[in-house]
C-alpha cells in the first residue's frame, strides 16, 4: 500500500479536532463570535448556500458538494470586498466540476487575489478537489489549494476537507474543516488558522425554492462566528438571496450583510450582489456567474419542440419513449412535440398508450405534429389525433381494419413423429391446441372473434372522433385501404405530403420555435437533493419461467424468470426510497409455480407501499395471475388479458426417434415412473391424475384472483376458464380497474406515493440487448442483433423456445393466441 502523503495524514488528525471544536458551537456557553470566512471567502460572495451550493463554486466552499448536481458547471466569481480592512479587496476566481459516473466527481480551479494598495496579483492558487458520494444521503470530500509566492506572500498549501448529510429532502448538515494544512501563513498581518465550519440546511418546500441555513464556525484560536442566510425562488426570475454574518477579523467585531438576485435562464445563472459592513470600510460587491449543463428554472428559457424518432416499439423501449413524452408533457421549455413512427411493430394497445400522451400534450396546449412513412394501421391510428399528421410523398397508410394470425401446428408435428401430450381445464383455454389441432376449436374461435369485434369497436370509434367522419365513413375507409399518399390526403386520412428534408420547416410554421431532440435528462428543475422518493417500476416481459431470466438476443427471445423479477421486487420493497411499486406486465404467462412466486411477492409489496400493475399488449394467463395481487390494475382498451386457467402436458417423440432408426427401450421402477419421459405418452391413469392435480392449481389461481380483485370465486370462476377479453371488456368485467397505459398507472403510483412527476425511475430487472450487452452490460451495445428477423418469425421462436424450458413436471398459465391486435 502506498504511503498517505503527510499533508493529507495532517489534515485528517486536524479535521477529527476541529469537528469536536465545531460542535462546541451547540453547546451553552459557546462564544458568540468569530471570523467566518477562510482563506478564500471572497472569492464567493454570493450568498450561496454552504450545504448545497449547487454549481463549480462548491469547490471553493464545500467541497463534498461538488457532485451534489447531475451535469457539468463552469463558475467564475469577482469580487470587491466591503471590508477594506481585510488581507484582499479584490478576487477573481474560475472553477470547473462535473461527475465521473454516479459517485464520483471533480473540480478544478484557479483564484487570483489582489491587495487594496496597488491591484498587482499577490496571490495566485491552483484548487483541485474531488467528492465522494457514499450513496442519496452521505458525501464526502477534499480539496488541496497551492498558492503561489507572489508579492511578498510566501508558497502556501491548505486543504479543506468536508462531510456532507442530507436525511431527507428537506434537511441538510455539512462539517467542514478548512485550511487543514495552513502551515503557519500570515496574510496582512493575520495568522491563518485552521477552522471548522457546521452548517445546517432547511429546504421546507422539498426542493430550492426556499431554503433557509444557520452555520457557525471555530478556529484554532477559539474565536467563533455565526452566519443565517436564505433563499427564495422567484418565478419568471431566478433567486433572491441574502445573509448576515457576525465574525471576528483580528481584534475587530465585524457585521456584514450581503444580499444579491441570481439571475437564471436556462443554463446560465448570473448572479449580482452588494455587501455591507459594520465597523468595516463601506460597501463592496461581487457577481457570481455559472453555466450549468442541467438547466434550472428562472427567466423564461428559450422555446423547443421536441423532435423523436419512435421505431420498434418493445415491452421497453416503450416505457422509455412514455416517459420522455410526460416528462416534455411538464417541461415548461417544450412547446409541442414531432414525433416519427417507422417500423414500430406497435399493436393497437402500444398505440393507444401513446395516443394518450398526446392528447394529454394537446390539452396543455403543447400541439403534436407526427409524421409517417409507410405507416402501418397501428402507426395511422396513434397519430391520428395529433394536430398536424404528414406523410412522406413515396409513403403508404395501411389502413384495412384489425387482423389476427394464429398458427397450428397440429399436422406438421404428425407427420414429424412428434405427439404433442396435453390436458387442460377450461373450455376456453386454448393454449394446447396450437401444438394439438389444425384448426381453432369452437372456444377458441369464440373468444376470438370477440376480441376482433372490441378491438374493431374501438378503432372506429377513436378515428371518428380524431377525423371528424363518421363511423361509417371510417369503415368504409377500412375497405378502401391501403392509401397511396396522395389517395390520404384526399380522403382527409392526412394533412399533406412531406419529404423527411422539408418537415422541420413545415413544422416551422405551426410551432415558431427550434427543433431539438428530446433529453429527458436535461429538463428544468428546482434542483431536490437528498434521498428524494422514487417510483419503482418492475417489467416482467415475454413468457413467465422458473429460475432467473433468459435472454437469447440473437433471436429476441426474452423470458422472465421468477428468481430474477421476485428479487426485483423484494429489494423495492425494502428500500425505503421507493415509495410506490410499478408492475409492467407485457406477458402470456408461463410456469404456474413461477407466476405464483411472483404474486406472493407482489402481495408482500403491497402490504408495505402501493403496487400499481399496468398491462402492455398482453397480460394473459400468468401474465394476469401477477398483475392480481396489485393493489390496482391498468389496462389499455385494446390490452389482451385473462385467460385465468392452466394446462399440463409434453411432447412424445417416440415416433420421430424411431424414424430415424433409434431404438428406446425403457425401465422402470413405480407405476408412474417416466410419466415425464420425452420417448412415451401418458397412460389414462396418469392422463386421470392429472387432470385432479390441475383441478387443484387452477382451484389455487381462482383464489389468487379473487383475493387481489375482491370477487367471490364462483364469480372468477364464470369469468375465467381459459377465457380472454380485451382491456374493455376486462374492465366491465371488474378484471381490470382503469383503462390508461403506463403514463396513467405512473401517475396513479405518484398520486398514492405522494411524489412529484420529475421523481425518478427505477426500472428493474435490467435486460441485454445484444450479445455485447454480456460483456458490457444492458447499455454497452447499440443494435439490435434481432433486427434481421422477421418481426412474424419472433414470436414462433419465442414459443418454440419456451416449449423447451417447461418440462412434462411444470403445470402452465400460458396464453398461446395473438400476442396483440394489429
Given at each position: ?68 448536481f447531475d451535469e457539468w458547471s463552469l463558475a ?41 494598495t496597488d491591484g498587482v496579483p499577490s496571490s ?152 455591507g459592513a459594520k465597523n468595516g470600510d463601506g ?540
Amino acid at each position: 500500500m502506498r504511503p498517505v502523503p503527510s499533508i493529507l495524514a495532517r489534515s485528517t488528525v486536524s479535521f477529527c479536532v476541529t469537528v469536536l471544536g465545531a460542535v462546541s458551537l451547540l453547546l451553552p456557553g459557546s462564544r458568540a463570535a468569530a471570523q467566518l470566512a477562510s482563506s478564500i471567502a471572497p472569492m464567493t460572495a454570493f450568498p450561496v448556500s454552504i450545504v448545497n451550493p449547487e454549481g463549480a463554486a462548491s469547490v471553493a466552499i464545500n467541497p463534498a458538494a461538488i457532485g451534489s448536481f447531475d451535469e457539468w458547471s463552469l463558475a467564475y466569481s469577482h469580487v470587491d470586498a466591503a471590508d477594506r480592512s481585510a488581507y484582499s479587496n479584490r478576487t477573481d476566481a474560475a472553477w470547473f466540476a462535473g461527475k465521473l459516473g454516479k459517485s464520483l466527481a471533480l473540480g478544478t480551479g484557479a483564484e487570483f487575489v489582489r491587495t487594496r494598495t496597488d491591484g498587482v496579483p499577490s496571490s495566485n492558487a491552483f484548487v483541485l478537489g474531488g467528492t465522494v458520494n457514499m450513496g442519496p444521503s452521505w458525501s464526502w470530500g477534499a480539496v488541496y489549494r497551492m498558492r503561489s509566492p507572489r508579492g511578498g506572500l510566501p508558497n502556501a498549501h491548505s486543504a479543506d476537507a468536508a462531510i456532507t448529510f442530507r436525511p431527507a429532502p428537506t434537511l441538510g448538515v455539512s462539517l467542514i474543516g478548512r485550511d487543514l494544512a495552513a502551515n503557519d501563513l500570515f496574510v496582512g498581518g493575520l495568522k491563518l488558522r485552521r477552522s471548522g465550519l457546521l452548517a445546517l440546511s432547511a429546504r421546507p418546500l422539498g426542493d430550492d425554492r426556499v431554503v433557509l441555513e444557520l452555520a457557525g464556525l471555530v478556529d484554532q484560536g477559539k474565536n467563533t462566528g455565526a452566519r443565517l442566510a436564505g433563499q427564495a425562488y422567484i418565478p419568471w426570475v431566478g433567486r433572491l438571496a441574502a445573509a448576515g454574518e457576525f465574525q471576528e477579523v483580528g481584534n475587530r467585531e465585524v457585521w456584514t450583510f450581503t444580499a444579491g438576485v441570481d439571475l437564471r435562464w436556462g443554463g446560465l445563472s448570473v448572479a449580482p450582489a452588494a455587501h455591507g459592513a459594520k465597523n468595516g470600510d463601506g460597501m463592496g460587491w461581487s457577481v457570481l456567474a455559472d453555466v450549468h449543463g442541467q438547466p434550472r428554472l428562472g427567466m423564461p428559457a428559450p422555446r423547443y419542440v421536441a423532435k423523436i424518432a419512435m421505431s420498434e416499439l418493445g415491452p421497453r423501449s416503450l416505457l422509455s419513449l412514455i416517459r420522455s413524452l410526460e416528462l416534455a408533457l411538464h417541461d415548461p421549455r417544450i412547446t409541442g412535440v414531432i414525433l416519427e413512427p417507422s417500423n414500430t411493430a406497435a399493436g393497437l394497445a402500444t398505440a393507444q398508450e401513446v395516443r394518450l400522451m398526446i392528447t394529454a400534450l394537446q390539452g396543455a396546449g403543447k400541439p403534436v405534429y407526427c409524421h409517417l412513412e409507410a405507416a402501418t394501421g397501428s402507426e395511422f391510428y396513434l397519430c391520428a389525433g395529433a394536430q398536424r399528421v404528414s406523410i412522406d410523398p413515396a409513403g403508404l397508410v395501411r389502413l384495412m381494419g384489425v387482423s389476427t394470425d394464429s398458427l397450428y401446428f397440429g399436422e406438421l408435428l404428425r407427420d414429424a413423429g412428434v405427439r404433442a401430450d396435453f390436458v387442460r381445464i377450461g373450455r376456453y383455454k386454448s393454449a394446447p391446441e396450437q401444438y394439438t389441432n389444425n384448426a381453432s376449436s369452437e372456444g377458441a374461435r369464440e373468444e376470438r372473434t370477440q376480441l376482433l369485434d372490441d378491438a374493431y369497436a374501438r378503432l372506429v370509434y377513436d378515428l371518428a372522433r380524431d377525423t371528424s367522419l363518421s363511423e361509417t365513413e371510417i369503415k368504409s375507409l377500412f375497405d378502401r385501404g391501403p392509401f397511396l399518399p396522395r389517395e390520404a390526403v384526399t380522403a382527409k386520412l392526412v394533412d399533406s405530403e412531406i419529404d423527411a428534408h422539408d418537415l422541420e420547416r413545415d413544422a416551422q410554421e405551426l410551432y415558431g420555435a427550434r427543433m431539438i431532440t428530446l433529453d429527458q435528462g436535461k429538463r428544468a428543475s428546482h434542483g431536490r437533493v437528498g434521498p428524494t422518493g422514487q417510483i419503482g417500476v418492475v417489467v416482467i416481459d415475454g413468457a413467465i419461467v422458473d429460475g432467473d431470466n433468459v435472454d437469447v438476443p440473437f433471436l429476441d427471445i426474452h423470458l422472465s424468470g421468477a428468481r430474477t423479477v421476485v428479487n426485483a421486487i423484494d429489494r423495492m420493497t425494502e428500500n425505503p426510497r421507493i415509495r410506490a411499486i410499478v408492475l409492467r406486465v407485457d406477458s402470456p404467462g408461463g410456469a404456474v409455480m413461477a407466476s405464483d412466486q411472483i404474486w406472493r411477492a407482489v402481495k408482500r409489496a403491497r402490504a408495505k407501499k402501493p403496487v400499481i400493475a399496468s398491462m402492455g399488449d398482453v397480460a394473459a394467463s400468468g401474465g394476469y395471475y401477477v398483475a392480481a395481487g396489485a393493489n390496482e390494475i391498468w389496462a389499455s382498451p385494446s390490452t389482451i388479458t385473462g385467460s385465468i386457467g392452466i394446462f399440463y402436458g409434453k411432447v412424445d417423440i417416440a415416433p420421430l426417434a424411431q424414424r430415424f432408426g433409434v431404438s428406446i427401450e425403457s425401465d422402470k421402477r413405480g407405476a408412474h415412473a417416466g410419466a415425464d419421459s420425452m420417448f412415451r405418452p401418458f397412460t389414462d391413469e396418469e392422463r386421470a391424475s392429472l387432470v385432479e392435480k390441475l383441478r387443484l392449481w387452477y382451484r389455487q389461481f381462482l383464489e389468487r384472483v379473487a383475493e387481489g380483485r375482491s370477487l367471490p370465486i364462483e364469480r372468477v370462476d364464470a369469468l375465467a376458464r381459459g377465457r380472454v377479453y380485451s382491456g374493455d371488456t376486462a374492465q366491465t368485467l371488474g378484471l381490470v380497474d382503469s383503462l390508461g397505459g403506463f403514463a396513467s398507472a405512473l401517475a396513479r403510483a405518484r398520486e398514492l406515493a405522494g411524489l412529484p412527476v420529475e421523481a425518478d425511475l427505477v426500472v428493474m430487472p435490467q435486460r441485454p440487448k445484444n450479445l455485447l450487452d454480456y460483456v458490457m452490460g444492458p447499455n454497452g451495445g447499440q443494435n439490435d442483433a434481432a433486427a434481421l428477423l422477421p418481426a412474424a418469425l419472433k414470436p414462433m421462436l419465442s414459443q418454440l423456445y419456451l416449449l423447451t424450458q417447461v418440462s412434462a413436471t411444470t403445470p402452465v398459465a400460458l396464453y398461446e393466441g395473438p400476442m396483440g391486435i394489429r
